[in-house]
């Protein structure tokens, strides 16, 4: 999956009284880090996948992530650069058989049968967290703590 490329345009604007040639250019919009840190990962098969999502119509749908990255479960740790700032929701799925979705449990009712989590640490309860339990304003830099759920 890759991540979409996001073009950002700069103003010049002129601060200096007329006449003198001096010029300052602003700051880019832009994004920056978000450190996500992992509470709960349990072995060391498998990777861990990490998602930031940019909105309700993108939230858990494959391809529609801003940002992603691929680590060991060893790690606890990961850092996402050129994350944009504004609302943005992380969900984080320790995919122990590597075939990069969750997989589910059916009986005795549906479960996910891998570890998973996200931003804001959202109670598990039936299906998955809303985006609007998860998301938040992110400023770079910033960090957040994530706590993976595993099944019974």
Not at 83 to 106: F, I, K, S, T, Y
């Amino acid at each position: 999956m890759k991540a979409p490329h996001i073009l950002v345009a700069c103003t010049v604007m002129t601060l200096a009284a007329p006449g003198d040639g001096a010029r300052a250019v602003a700051p880019p919009p832009h994004g920056g880090a978000l450190t996500v840190n992992l509470e709960g990962v349990r072995g060391d098969a498998g990777v861990i996948l990490v998602e930031v999502f940019g909105g309700q119509d993108q939230w858990l749908h494959r391809g529609k992530a801003l940002v992603h990255a691929r680590m060991a479960p060893t790690a606890a740790v990961v850092t996402l650069d050129n994350v944009p700032a504004g609302p943005v929701a992380v969900a984080v799925l320790h995919d122990e058989n590597q075939n990069n979705r969750l997989d589910m449990r059916w009986l005795p009712w549906p479960r996910p049968a891998e570890g998973a989590g996200a931003s804001r640490n959202p109670r598990p309860r039936w299906g998955p967290p809303a985006f609007g339990d998860a998301v938040f304003g992110f400023a770079p830099p910033q960090a957040v703590t994530i706590t993976l759920h595993y099944p019974d």
